[in-house]
């Protein structure tokens, strides 16, 4: 589900300031694009369920 992009620009406003991060206006749209993007990204993850009993592996091994 795709949030507002309105709400993001305030999300990023108020986190800008919160962090001392000098975020000018003229980068704000383009921040505020990734934001969205990633956002849509990490929504498809977030649907994914797992199991109940699922444990979290100690080490990776691939």
């Known amino acids: 589900m795709e949030q507002p992009k309105e709400d993001w620009t305030e999300y990023i406003k108020q986190t800008a300031k919160l962090m001392d991060l000098n975020l000018t206006e003229e980068y704000l749209p383009g921040v505020t694009d990734n ?8 929504s498809i993850v977030m649907e ?7 444990e979290v592996a100690p080490i990776f091994e691939p």
Do not use: G, K, R
Request: hydrophobic share 65%.
């Open 48 to 54: 994914f369920e797992l199991p109940e009993d699922i």
């Open 35 to 42: 934001f969205v993007a990633i956002a849509n990204i990490a």
